[in-house]
């Protein structure tokens, strides 16, 4: 979706007293540092900023990374994203090679610059074959692609820094020129301008009103970078030529070697000025991050944009942004525990499940690679840690299931979220009960009956609704204790169960075509919602993943020299073997009590 659709979208809402607010990012220079982002990112964009975005670098030296990066904030962070596009170093071959690619996964929004000269250059030069500046870019945006992107450019409210002089001001005729320019490229097809960095508001507000005087209709938004530290500071706000007003400077020359005081300074800084701007009228904020998260998320916090205990999802979980998957609201529950994996193997269907699951005519997932299995490092440190501990016995294995539902661990080799989710913990005492006793759960959901739907544990789709779910678990057990399972099953009509071993084997009490929703929401003026389904057909595809994660997840992390490590993965090996996995659902999400077939074991 193009930002510009957003901004308009969020202007009709509340009364058009809607704040919506973005993060800036920059590609990182080292693995570790690519890894550490997308974790940030993932803490960031559950506050449901409107859009982010991710540098090119400075003469185009991170454009490879800055292609991968947006692609992954689109299809796997799942938040709208913008990616800048530079002229630096570009003929038009590049240029339209790194759009190409962006429309290719999806990606919607472009930020046009001309951007800054490469490493160890003063000035600019045009490349042979590129463009000049960013309307040159601007203008073959839209004579090649249309309207499909949408273009924002950047804004300067004290011009750009090529013009600003020696003491620190730009001429009038210079700042004129530039307003001037600006216009230029809103006329040639810029939707959207993003400002420069300021701190001085009163700058910014009158550069909004002299775009307005010259005719610039287009939405504003004001870039705001908090300060983080006292030195970065001053090397940004140097390299951009930015205005420090005096009382900034009074405040921060006492404290400047207290990075903790800077800080705080900056959060206190950066929300007064957003109260200013907000205060004009004023209803979007784009915080340069500088892929730090504590200040910016403080800063919202301050102003009341987010709350940091309450979160709030639109579905049961994050879809991705891309346009092929705009409409998808209807996933198996299998995955919602390994999102990218299930986004990963779904990736090039002609056609995402809308409204009903069974309306899907997709029949083929994508095959197992090594990219299901891949973690970021500092995931595999945690996994390491907790998870590759000697095992001499099934029982060894019981202790880490038990320990991860009693919260003592924070990883898990079936999930790629952080520790157990709100939900889960509603039920973690019969989990933990349960997998003392060999039933080794995986996924899992409480009953719901019609709990409101911003709910901070089990809501989802915002304020106003209801939401429903049927009481769900999913877990690895012995031949034997299913056999004992299914026969108490008998006495619990309600229950619905799927078994099916690594080999293949099958056995249920539902037929293989029956499609089970779980969970599903009622709210004003919309039809019926189910966003999460049982489907035994996408269950067979999921055990595939789920009985080698096992081995890929679980036994790798052991070393091969020592005798202990051999034994814990000959363990994993034998359990992988000869153990079923299990979906149980009670469809009596009123008065059933799933947990009640377990307790005589």
């Known amino acids: 979706m193009k930002i510009i659709e957003k901004i308009r979208e969020a202007s009709g809402a509340e009364g058009g007293n809607k704040v919506i607010f973005s993060f800036e990012f920059f590609p990182p220079k080292t693995e570790d540092g690519v890894d550490n982002l997308f974790e940030r990112m993932e803490r960031m964009v559950v506050h449901n900023p409107s859009f982010c975005d991710i540098t090119w670098g400075a003469g185009g030296s991170t454009a490879d990374l800055t292609l991968e990066i947006a692609n992954r904030m689109q299809n796997m962070v799942c938040v709208e994203t913008m990616m800048h596009l530079t002229c630096t170093n570009m003929p038009v071959e590049k240029i339209d090679h790194a759009l190409g690619t962006i429309k290719t996964n999806g990606i919607q929004n472009v930020l046009a610059l001309r951007g800054d000269p490469p490493h160890g250059q003063d000035k600019f030069v045009q490349v042979q074959g590129g463009f000049a500046c960013a309307l040159d870019l601007v203008k073959h945006i839209r004579s090649k692609y249309g309207d499909y992107f949408g273009i924002t450019v950047a804004g300067y409210p004290e011009a750009h820094p090529d013009v600003i002089q020696n003491n620190g001001v730009a001429t009038p005729d210079a700042y004129q020129n530039d307003l001037e320019y600006l216009k230029r490229k809103v006329d040639a097809g810029a939707d959207l301008i993003v400002t420069q960095l300021f701190y001085d508001t009163d700058i910014f507000l009158k550069f909004v009103n002299d775009c307005h005087q010259i005719g610039i209709t287009c939405p504003i938004v004001p870039g705001i970078m908090p300060i983080n530290n006292y030195k970065g500071f001053i090397r940004m706000t140097g390299f951009c030529k930015t205005k420090i007003p005096s009382e900034i400077t009074a405040a921060l020359e006492p404290i400047k070697d207290n990075e903790e005081a800077v800080r705080a300074y900056g959060v206190h800084l950066g929300t007064e000025m957003c109260k200013k701007i907000l205060a004009s009228g004023i209803r979007t904020l784009h915080l340069y991050t500088l892929n730090m998260e504590k200040s910016a998320l403080a800063i919202l916090m301050n102003l009341g944009l987010i709350e940091e205990t309450k979160i709030s999802r639109v579905?049961?979980?994050?879809?991705?942004?891309?346009?092929?998957?705009?409409?998808?609201?209807?996933?198996?529950i299998f995955w919602a525990n390994r999102p990218k994996s299930y986004i990963s193997r779904t990736i090039g269907w002609e056609q995402?499940?809308?409204?009903?699951?069974?309306?899907?005519h997709n029949a083929s997932y994508g095959a197992l690679t090594d990219y299901q299995f891949m973690?970021?490092?500092?995931r595999d440190k945690k996994l390491h840690e907790e998870w590759a501990v000697p095992l001499k016995n099934v029982e060894d294995i019981y202790e880490r299931f038990t320990k991860y539902c009693l919260g003592k661990l924070k990883s898990n080799p079936w999930s790629e979220l952080d520790g157990l989710q709100p939900e889960t913990k509603v039920i973690n005492e019969q989990?933990?009960?349960i997998n003392s006793k060999g039933f080794l759960t995986i996924n899992s959901q409480p009953a719901v009956n019609g709990a409101n739907s911003d709910s901070p544990?089990?809501?989802w789709g915002g304020a106003g609704g209801y939401v429903y779910q049927k009481a769900y678990v999913e877990f690895f057990c012995s031949k034997e204790k299913l056999n004992a399972l299914i026969g108490k099953c008998k006495d619990f009509p309600y229950l619905t169960y799927m078994a099916v071993n690594k080999e293949g084997i099958w056995r249920s009490n539902a037929r293989e075509t029956d499609v089970n929703a779980?969970?599903?929401?009622?709210?004003?003026?919309k039809e019926i919602i189910q966003p999460t389904v049982v489907d035994p057909s996408s269950f067979m595809v999921w055990k595939d993943e789920a009985f080698e994660i096992w081995s890929r997840g679980w036994a790798q992390l052991y070393p091969d020299e020592d005798d202990l490590s051999r034994v814990s993965r000959k363990l994993l090996e034998e359990v992988q073997n000869s153990?079923?996995?299990?979906?149980?659902?009670?469809?009596?999400?009123v008065n059933g009590d799933l947990f009640a077939v377990f307790r005589d074991f």
């Open 518 to 525: 779980v969970t599903w929401g009622v709210f004003p003026a």
């Open 375 to 378: 973690r970021p490092r500092a």
């Open 431 to 433: 989990l933990v009960n």
């Open 579 to 589: 153990y079923f996995l299990i979906s149980l659902v009670d469809n009596d999400y």
């Open 457 to 459: 544990s089990v809501g």
């Open 352 to 360: 995402y499940p809308h409204g009903r699951w069974s309306y899907s």
């Open 315 to 332: 579905l049961p979980w994050r879809r991705p942004t891309n346009v092929f998957r705009v409409k998808e609201d209807v996933r198996p």
